[in-house]
C-alpha cells in the first residue's frame, strides 16, 4: 500500500511536468503577439520593445527560456514574474490562496453533502412528488453555468441589489481570521452557486447507484435479519457510495473552474479572480501559475480517491 | 400430516398477489401449510412456482413490493400477515431465520463477516459490541469455519463458496430462532459441499431443536432432509404428504414428472429419464381448469375446464393432492410409470384416450 502510494505520487509530479511543458507551450511558444509590444504603450521605439524584451526574458532562444522556467518551478518553486506588476506570482497566489480554499472547500463540503443527501432521499422515495421535484431541481442545477446563477442570486438576495436583501453581495468577502462570521455570511451565496452543479450530478449519480444498491440481495439478507430500516438503508448507501467516490477526482477540476467565474461575479479576491484577469490582460506568468496550481489540485485528489478508493472496497488490492 | 400440538407456523390460504404493468401476477394463490416444532417442511417446485414468494411473505418482506396480500400467516399463535411492521421486525431474524440462495451476492461485501453476523445479534439483544462479537465467533465455529477468530475479520469474499454458505447460516442461527427457512440453500454450490451444507443443517436443527422449511427444485434434497413435503405448481400446493409417503405412492402427475426427471444410480441403466415437457406457465394469465393441464401427458379433455381442488387421497387422510384423475387410474398409471413405461404407453394401458394436442 506504501509502495502504491509512493509510485502514485511520483506519476503525479511526472505529470505535473508534463503540465507545466505543456502550459510553457500554450503560453510562450503559440501566442502570435509580443507581450513585449503590448507592455511598451503606443508606437513604441524599437529599443524600449527590446528592453522590456530582454527584462522578460524573451530574447533568449525557446530552449533556453524553457530550461530557465522549467528550473525555476521545481528546483525554486517560482513561477515567473507578473508582465504587470513585476510582482511575483507565488507571493500573487500566496495571499489570495486561502480566500480561494475558503470558497472550494466550503462549496466541496456543501457538494457532497447536499448531493448525497438529496440522491439519497430521492433513491428511497423513487417516482414520488419529492423525488420529481429533486431531480427538476438537479437538472436545472446542471443545466446553469455559474455566472448566470451567481448574477441570478446576486439579483435576488444581496442585501445591495437583492430584491430580498438577506445575505451579503458581492464584493463583501473579508478573511476567515478577520471576521469569521462577516466571512461565513459573505461565502454562503458562492458556496450554493458554486456547488450546485456538482451536487446535482452527484445527486442523480446517487439515486441511481442507490437505488440498484436497494434491490440487491444482501438488501434482503440485512431485512431478513430485522435490521430497522435505517441500518437497511446504510448498508445500501455503503455499497451505492463506491462508484461515485471516483468521479469526485474529475470533478475537483470542474469545481476549481467554476470557482474562476464565482470569483469573479462575487468579486472574491481569490485565484480564480487573479487568473480571470490575468487572462484579459495576457498577463502569461500568472495564468501559468495559476494553471499549474489548479493542475496539482486535480491530481493530488485523485491520487486521494485512489488511496481512499482501497481502504472504502476491501476487494480492490493495489499492487 | 404428522406432529403433535399445536403447529409453530400455519399459513392458511395465503394469496400473493403483485400488481403490474402488464397485469397482476398471482404469485402464490391460496396456499394452505404446517409446519411443526423441530420438523422439516420441504417446498418443491420449479421457479417461479411461488415458492420463494410464499416464504419472503411469512418474513414480510414482500410488503415492500406492492403485494396483495390475504390469508393467514400464523406463528405461535401472532398473524404474520397482518402484525404491523415493527413487530414484524423483531421476528425477522429472531424467530424465524432465513437463509437464500446465493450467500455471495446475500452477504454484504463492504462489511467484515464478523460485523454482519454480530449485526444480527445487536438487531434483537441488547448487547455490548464485544459480547457481539464473541458471539459471531462462537456462530462461527459451531457451523464448522475453521480458526473463527481469525476468520470473523474477513470479508465475504474471501471464503469460499461453501464457507459463505456456512457463514449466512450463522447469521441465521444468532438468536436461535425457532423457525428456519432455507430458500435453495445448495443449489449455487458444488456437490460435494451441497452434502456438507445439509449435513449442517441437520446437525443443528437437532441440537437447536428448530424447525426447517427448506425450499428446493431438487427432490433429492427433500429426501434427506423433509418430514413432509409440499409440492407447488404455479402458485399453489399440488401434493403434499410424508416425505416417505410421497416417494412411495406419489399421486400428481407432475409429482412423477419430478421424480422420473431426477436420474438415479439404482436403476435400471436403459430407463430413459422423462423430462416434463414444456414450461411452467406464466403466473399473469394462467391456463384454465388444472393450471398443469398444457403439460400433462394424461390430461383428459374436461381438464381445461375443471380447476381440482386438493383432495385428501383416499384411505390416506394426510396425504392431499389436487388431480382431476380418479384415484384408482393414478395408481394405475404410476405404477406402470415404475415398470419403465413411457407416459404414453402407461397412458394406453390404463385404458384412457390420449391428451389432446
Redesign the interface.
Known amino acids: 500500500m506504501i509502495r502504491y502510494i509512493i509510485r502514485r505520487l511520483l506519476w503525479g509530479v511526472l505529470l505535473l511536468v508534463i503540465v507545466a511543458a505543456l502550459t510553457f507551450v500554450l503560453f510562450r511558444v503559440l501566442p502570435t503577439a509580443n507581450p513585449a509590444l503590448l507592455r511598451a504603450g503606443r508606437d513604441p521605439q524599437p529599443g524600449l520593445v527590446k528592453e522590456i524584451e530582454r527584462l522578460l526574458g524573451l530574447n533568449k532562444s525557446l530552449p533556453v527560456q524553457f530550461w530557465e522556467y522549467m528550473k525555476e518551478i521545481f528546483l525554486h518553486f517560482q513561477f515567473g514574474y507578473s508582465y504587470y506588476s513585476q510582482e511575483g506570482v507565488r507571493s500573487l497566489i500566496g495571499e489570495r490562496v486561502s480566500a480561494t480554499l475558503s470558497l472550494t472547500v466550503g462549496a466541496a463540503v456543501l457538494w457532497i453533502l447536499g448531493g448525497l443527501s438529496v440522491g439519497v432521499i430521492s433513491a428511497l422515495r423513487r417516482h414520488t412528488l419529492v423525488d420529481r421535484f429533486a431531480m427538476g431541481g438537479a437538472l436545472v442545477a446542471i443545466s446553469a453555468p455559474e455566472f448566470w446563477l451567481g448574477f441570478v442570486f446576486l439579483l435576488l438576495f444581496a442585501s445591495d441589489i437583492g430584491k430580498f436583501k438577506i445575505f451579503p453581495g458581492a464584493g463583501s468577502y473579508v478573511g476567515l481570521t478577520y471576521d469569521p462570521w462577516k466571512w461565513f455570511t459573505s461565502l454562503i451565496m458562492p458556496w450554493v452557486v458554486l456547488a450546485s452543479g456538482a451536487s446535482a450530478i452527484f445527486a442523480r449519480l446517487m439515486r441511481s447507484s442507490l437505488s440498484e444498491a436497494m434491490g440487491?440481495?444482501?438488501i434482503?439478507?440485512?431485512?431478513?435479519?430485522?435490521?430497522?430500516e435505517r441500518?437497511v438503508v446504510r448498508?445500501g448507501v455503503?455499497?451505492a457510495i463506491?462508484p461515485i467516490i471516483t468521479l469526485f477526482g474529475l470533478e475537483v477540476g470542474v469545481l476549481l473552474g467554476g470557482a474562476l467565474l464565482v470569483e469573479s461575479v462575487f468579486n472574491i479576491p481569490g485565484v480564480g479572480e487573479l487568473n480571470y484577469k490575468a487572462i484579459g490582460q495576457s498577463d502569461f506568468p500568472v495564468t501559468q501559475g495559476t494553471v499549474l496550481l489548479a493542475a496539482m489540485f486535480i491530481i493530488l485528489a485523485n491520487i486521494v480517491v485512489d488511496v481512499a478508493y482501497a481502504y472504502?472496497?476491501?476487494?480492490v488490492r493495489y499492487s | 400430516m404428522s406432529g403433535d400440538g399445536e403447529p409453530l407456523l400455519r399459513v392458511e390460504d395465503l394469496r400473493v398477489e403483485f400488481p403490474g404493468e402488464d397485469g397482476v401476477v398471482h404469485a402464490v394463490d391460496g396456499i394452505t401449510y404446517q409446519v411443526h416444532r423441530g420438523r422439516t417442511l420441504g417446498i418443491v417446485g420449479e421457479s417461479g412456482s411461488g415458492k420463494t414468494v410464499s416464504s419472503l411473505t411469512t418474513l414480510g418482506l414482500t410488503r415492500r413490493q406492492g403485494a396483495r396480500i390475504s390469508g393467514r400467516i400464523l406463528f405461535d399463535g401472532q398473524d404474520l400477515v397482518t402484525l404491523p411492521e415493527e413487530k414484524l421486525r423483531a421476528i425477522r431474524g429472531n424467530d424465524i431465520a432465513m437463509i437464500f440462495q446465493d450467500p455471495l451476492s446475500s452477504l454484504h461485501p463492504l462489511y467484515r463477516v464478523g460485523k454482519q453476523l454480530s449485526e444480527a445479534v445487536r438487531a434483537h439483544r441488547d448487547v455490548s459490541k464485544t459480547q457481539a462479537r464473541a458471539r459471531a465467533v462462537e456462530l462461527l465455529g459451531l457451523v464448522g469455519i475453521p480458526d473463527p477468530t481469525r476468520r470473523v475479520d474477513e470479508y465475504p469474499h474471501e471464503f469460499s463458496g461453501g464457507m459463505r454458505q456456512r457463514a449466512m447460516i450463522a447469521m441465521a442461527l444468532a438468536n436461535e430462532p425457532k423457525l428456519l427457512i432455507a430458500d435453495e440453500p445448495t443449489t449455487a454450490l458444488d456437490v460435494t459441499v451441497q452434502a456438507q451444507i445439509l449435513a449442517l443443517l441437520e446437525r443443528l436443527q437437532s441440537e437447536l431443536g428448530m424447525a426447517i422449511v427448506i425450499i428446493t427444485h431438487d427432490l433429492g434434497v427433500v429426501a434427506e432432509m423433509a418430514d413432509d413435503i409440499a409440492v407447488m405448481y404455479a402458485g399453489r400446493i399440488v401434493e403434499t404428504a410424508s416425505a416417505a409417503r410421497l416417494f412411495a405412492a406419489p399421486q400428481h402427475p407432475y409429482t412423477w414428472g419430478l421424480l422420473k426427471s431426477i436420474p438415479r444410480l439404482d436403476g435400471p441403466r436403459e430407463e430413459d429419464l422423462v423430462p416434463i415437457p414444456g414450461m411452467p406457465p406464466s403466473l399473469i394469465s394462467r391456463p384454465s381448469g388444472c393450471h398443469f393441464h398444457p403439460r400433462c401427458p394424461y390430461a383428459q379433455p374436461d381438464h381445461a375446464r375443471i380447476d381440482p381442488a386438493l383432495a385428501p387421497v383416499p384411505e390416506e387422510p394426510s396425504h392431499f393432492a389436487a388431480c382431476l384423475l380418479e384415484a384408482d387410474v393414478r395408481a394405475r398409471l404410476w405404477r406402470q410409470l415404475q415398470a419403465g413405461s413411457t407416459p404414453k404407453q402407461a397412458l394406453a394401458e390404463a385404458g384412457l384416450p390420449g391428451a389432446p394436442a
Open positions: 440487491e440481495d444482501y434482503r439478507t440485512a431485512r431478513a435479519k430485522g435490521l430497522p441500518r448498508h455503503r455499497a463506491n472504502l472496497d476491501p476487494r
